[in-house]
């Protein structure tokens, strides 16, 4: 059984080794959206996910899948892909637009857990300068991938990304790696695809130690647009 979280409370968390093995992570159920709560969560490893018909549950899953941004690989297809300057990036021009597009059913997937209060909630983070968005427009200047995640000191807590065009993910992701400063990207959970890009597990405890270590630090500048 799961604790339940008083929303009329402070945010406040059980310890993350308290998490279930089955399902793999799940940690708490209740409490709030708000962005007290959500800070408090990513500070320490937790993140929400949940279906509309579910309570806000919250997860701290183990191993943890993580992008140490030098490991990223890009593949030769890609770079040969890419080297034709297909796309352009930029950064927090259109947050709510690619999280709507983060949140439209894919192949094989009957919904997505990005619903209305999810939408609301990060809206509020991305308001706060909390919450980012990282886009990639083709030439004719329309949005054809991205991602969007939360961002507390060196770490990126991504959450979400999306393609409409070729390799537009990918870019974004190659983007948010290679300029975006950060010491880590954490990937939430295991999935080829990301694998594919150079992610790789990690124990919650190394996982966590890190954020220790880099919640307190800035990110390295860059030349992000």
């Known amino acids: 059984m799961i604790p339940w979280l008083d929303p009329e409370r402070p945010a406040y968390f059980p310890p993350t080794r308290a998490a279930l093995d089955e399902p793999n992570g799940l940690l708490a159920a209740g409490g709030s959206l708000e962005p007290d709560w959500l800070l408090e969560a990513y500070r320490r490893g937790i993140f929400p996910w949940f279906s509309d018909d579910e309570p806000i549950l919250w997860w701290s899953p183990a191993p943890r899948m993580v992008l140490f941004p030098e490991e990223f690989h890009t593949s030769r297809s890609l770079r040969k892909f890419l080297r034709k300057q297909p796309y352009r990036i930029t950064v927090d021009q259109r947050f709510a637009d690619v999280m709507v597009a983060c949140s439209e059913p894919r192949p094989g997937q009957p919904g997505s857990w990005i619903n209305g209060p999810m939408l609301r909630a990060y809206k509020r983070l991305h308001a706060l300068g909390h919450a980012h968005s990282w886009e990639c427009w083709d030439r004719e200047g329309r949005l054809v991938g991205g991602l969007y995640g939360v961002a507390i000191g060196a770490v990126f807590f991504g959450e979400s990304m999306f393609s ?13 790696a290679e300029r975006g400063g950060y010491r880590i990207i954490d990937c939430q959970m295991y999935t080829d695809h990301l694998a594919s890009l150079g992610a790789r597990e990690i124990s919650r405890a190394n996982f966590e130690k890190r954020l220790r270590q880099l919640l307190q630090r800035s990110p390295r500048k860059t030349d992000i647009d």
Request: aromatic share 0%.
């Open 164 to 176: 409409r065009a070729d390799n537009a993910s990918k870019a974004a992701l190659k983007a948010l």
